[in-house]
């Protein structure tokens, strides 16, 4: 639930330099025009007088209309009960629906998930926190790290709730056994 929560507050904040990052189309120019906007932010959410989340962004935007949020350069923190981080990461445009609970990452997206030893990186990846899935697009490559196997390819879909992944398409990649690993060391 926490790694939920982080991506929700992570995928509500926009940012974008001289204009809104809300590019959806609307006959209403109230709906375009964000009702905060922040620079240089940094945000951190309390659960029980301790930091569960954290977020930090050149540039964020915030939509009353829609209740949609838009954050560039983003940079986000999930924690533990103990003040862990459990989950941490990256990426250049944070799009988030909240009242649907979508969100989305676009751009250099770097996520490390500390309990399960994994990286992922992509250019491009949806989280609908309602079924705790996390996609990438069809055609855009993911790419993940974990223990001794490094893996890309296309398709790629991830459970949080049964903490399973797959891809669809076109992949490849590498397994390291233990001794791959100890001669790579040395």
Not at 62 to 73: I, L, P, Q, R, T
């Amino acid at each position: 639930m926490a790694k939920s929560s982080f991506f929700i507050l992570i995928l509500s904040f926009a940012t974008f330099f001289s204009c809104s990052l809300n590019y959806e189309t609307s006959n209403n120019s109230e709906n375009s025009v964000p009702e905060i906007t922040f620079t240089n932010v940094n945000f951190e959410k309390y659960k029980d007088g301790k930091k569960n989340t954290a977020l930090t962004a050149e540039k964020l935007e915030m939509y009353k209309s829609d209740n949609s949020m838009f954050a560039k350069e983003a940079k986000f923190f999930v924690f533990d009960y103990d003040g862990k981080t459990e989950t941490e990461g990256s990426c250049s445009l944070i799009a988030a629906d909240g009242g649907k609970e979508r969100y989305s990452l676009y751009g250099g997206i770097n996520v490390t998930l500390h309990k399960q030893n994994m990286q992922i990186f992509a250019d491009s990846l949806r989280f609908n926190k309602k079924n705790e899935q996390l996609t990438g697009s069809s055609d855009g490559e993911v790419r993940l790290k974990k223990d001794g196997l490094s893996i890309s390819g296309k398709g790629f879909t991830a459970s949080g709730v049964s903490h399973t992944f797959s891809f669809s398409a076109k992949t490849s990649g590498t397994i390291l056994t233990d001794e791959e690993a100890e001669s790579e060391e040395m």
